[in-house]
């Protein structure tokens, strides 16, 4: 035993300090030279890893271990248990059963009484199982929380979304950061005019307007070549988030496994959304319209010609796009993208036709009806429009809060009748039941705000880009959005234009 130099590893996650004194640094150092000294070993060093989960062994501490096992400085390693070492299953055992043998290095966990050097060790390889699925076990535990609390509209995240910080007196609530606030309006701004994607994120670039991630202090790590640099993916991130129009969207985003840090997005249908739960920084007409234009730009990007019925055009058979793609180098020509992904079985058909020839069909008619219909009548379908998706929405805004108010008044009774049972004293009582007046009363606030906006619900917006059209000399994608929803393309060749508003055409 006197041969053995001695490396004591030390280990302390965030999770473990909810466990106790037990679980300190300091205390396991003592169990350890205790047992150093006990045995008349040779301690050489110590390794610690405060506040690291063991769930990685990307660990600093851990790391100068290794080097000095390499460099034969010591030839023992004792941890206080098997979790201590590390909680993967799959790397522990590569260091326990490859590289500690192959470097002559004996390793005992003393509360499990696991030691390499003799033969009794079955459950070594058993125990780091059952340390890999407590960790499983605790992260399912916590995501099933999490699961909840964000159904519930609570905000559950580390950081805010930018344009937002989380509010002092409570942290699943959400409040408006002005700051940033205004740079998302100028985001959706900038986009809905006709801007590009990448043109705004070069335009906040060069502006020196802090990106999300250094405007709310995280701690990115590693820092990427772009660091400061707004990219595209911030910015459709930004245009795409319903949180803005006041649904708190969460889940967007997730872990591989519980085992990496390394996230992916989730598709937009497994989004988490609770409306109405959190303040808006975006109208939604121009939420909605920015969307709208967002979906139509999605499949048209980097592929050459930059047409203005790009994404607007569908086979009126199979519901697929019509691609246009440049045949010669004088005409461009559309097809169904389906019949050209699987001609060979004979679905669907070409619906090939001139590009020129069609945005020519299309313009005139849409001029055509513009100069022929009363425009005067045309902005006030869009008025209309607007004005009755607002209504429904403030009429539902409206249902719900007067149930949360029942709902309070309900949890009244019942405290009522706790105090009454002697469940609770009449100072609780008193502090509870003031609070629930106080929140009955900030909700009856917020339903006569909300019948005072339905007196009033002109839409700038959608006024806007229709009395643009009014000058139609040319059409952009974005002023060409504004009025039609979609076209279709028969075998035959006819043409059918659906309109955003009801134009009655």
């Not at 699925?133 to 519930?152: A, C, H, P």
């Not at 990106?211 to 772009?226: D, E, F, T, V, Y």
Request: overall charge positive; glycine content about 6%; charged content about 30%.
């Amino acid at each position: 035993m006197n041969n053995y130099k001695v490396g004591i590893y030390l280990r302390l996650s965030r999770e473990d300090e909810k466990e106790g004194e037990s679980s300190s640094i300091t205390n396991q150092r003592a169990l350890l030279m205790n047992y150093i000294k006990e045995n008349k070993l040779i301690f050489v060093d110590e390794y610690i890893d405060d506040g690291v989960s063991g769930t990685t062994f990307n660990r600093a501490g851990f790391k100068r271990l290794i080097e000095d096992i390499q460099k034969r400085r010591i030839n023992m390693v004792i941890t206080k248990d098997t979790s201590r070492l590390g909680r993967d299953h799959i790397e522990f055992g590569y260091y326990v059963e490859k590289f500690f043998p192959e470097n002559n290095v004996r390793y005992v966990a003393v509360n499990d009484q696991i030691d390499t050097f003799k033969q009794e060790n079955d459950m070594l390889l058993f125990k780091s199982a059952y340390n890999d699925m407590y960790v499983k076990d605790i992260s399912n535990k916590i995501r099933t929380s999490l699961w909840i609390k964000k159904k519930q509209g609570e905000f559950v995240g580390a950081y805010a979304p930018y344009g937002y910080r989380k509010d002092i007196y409570d942290k699943h609530k959400l409040v408006i950061d002005d700051e940033a606030a205004n740079v998302v309006r100028k985001i959706f701004q900038l986009f809905t005019s006709g801007i590009s994607i990448s043109q705004i994120a070069d335009h906040l670039t060069k502006e020196k307007i802090s990106i999300p991630s250094i405007h709310q202090g995280m701690n990115r790590g590693i820092k990427s070549s772009l660091f400061g640099i707004w990219t595209t993916r911030t910015i459709t991130d930004i245009l795409t988030n319903p949180t803005y129009i006041g649904h708190l969207t969460q889940g967007r985003s997730k872990k591989i496994s519980y085992k990496s840090k390394k996230r992916i997005h989730v598709p937009q249908e497994e989004w988490i959304i609770k409306e109405n739960s959190c303040p808006r920084i975006i109208e939604d007409e121009l939420f909605y319209f920015a969307n709208h234009m967002y979906k139509k730009n999605i499949h048209t990007r980097g592929r050459g010609e930059d047409l203005l019925l790009k994404g607007f055009v569908y086979c009126h058979e199979c519901g697929h796009r019509i691609g246009f793609r440049k045949i010669s180098s004088k005409y461009i020509y559309g097809d169904c993208n389906y019949y050209l992904k699987y001609r060979k079985y004979h679905v669907c058909t070409s619906h090939s036709i001139r590009y020129d020839l069609l945005e020519k069909v299309i313009l005139d008619e849409v001029k055509r009806l513009l100069a022929k219909e009363d425009m005067n009548k045309i902005i006030e379908d869009i008025y209309q429009q607007h004005i009755e998706c607002y209504q429904e929405k403030l009429r539902k805004r409206c249902i719900f809060l007067k149930k949360s108010i029942e709902m309070n008044l309900k949890k009244l009774d019942t405290l009522y009748e706790d105090k009454l049972s002697g469940f609770i004293d009449g100072e609780q009582y008193i502090r509870v039941k003031e609070k629930i007046l106080l929140t009955n009363q900030k909700l009856e606030e917020e339903i006569i705000l909300l019948e005072q906006k339905n007196t009033d619900l002109v839409s700038d917006f959608g006024k806007k880009n229709v009395m643009k059209l009014t000058h139609f000399m040319s059409f952009d994608r974005n002023l060409f959005g504004s009025l039609i929803e979609k076209i279709t393309l028969t075998k035959d060749k006819e043409i059918h234009i659906y309109y955003r508003v009801n134009c009655n055409f």
